[in-house]
């Protein structure tokens, strides 16, 4: 099993970035998956999470409104499409999924947002 992020980088606020997240070594339509965040001297955090269907998603307070999780099946891709970015949304982000019990992580990607 093996998940890999990639789109993160350096925008201003207000900005917008869109991250994905390639998944190998399982069958992907039948996991949900999920993005996580953590800046500097936090706690890892959910952001996003989405069923395996696609069908229902789940965000908290922070980013609702503002992000968006969905997945390609075809792909074995999820992505996070992350609009009206602010400072504090600056973290590294992770995709993850729990197969057979386990929870398998990415290398996690770097977002910033500064002017």
């Known amino acids: 099993v093996k998940v890999e992020e990639s789109g993160g980088g350096a925008v201003q606020p207000g900005g917008s970035l869109r991250l994905s997240c390639a998944a190998t070594?399982?069958?992907?339509?039948?996991?949900?998956m999920s993005w996580y965040r953590q800046a500097p001297g936090e706690e890892r955090e959910l952001v996003a999470a989405i069923t395996s269907t696609g069908i229902t998603t789940n965000y908290p307070d922070s980013v609702k409104g503002r992000f968006n999780i969905s997945r390609h099946r075809d792909k074995s891709t999820i992505y996070l499409q992350m609009n009206s970015l602010k400072p504090e949304d600056t973290a590294v982000y992770y995709c993850e999924v729990r197969v057979l019990s386990r929870e398998y992580w990415g290398q996690g990607t770097q977002v910033t947002v500064s002017s």
């Open positions: 070594g399982f069958t992907f339509a039948n996991y949900a």
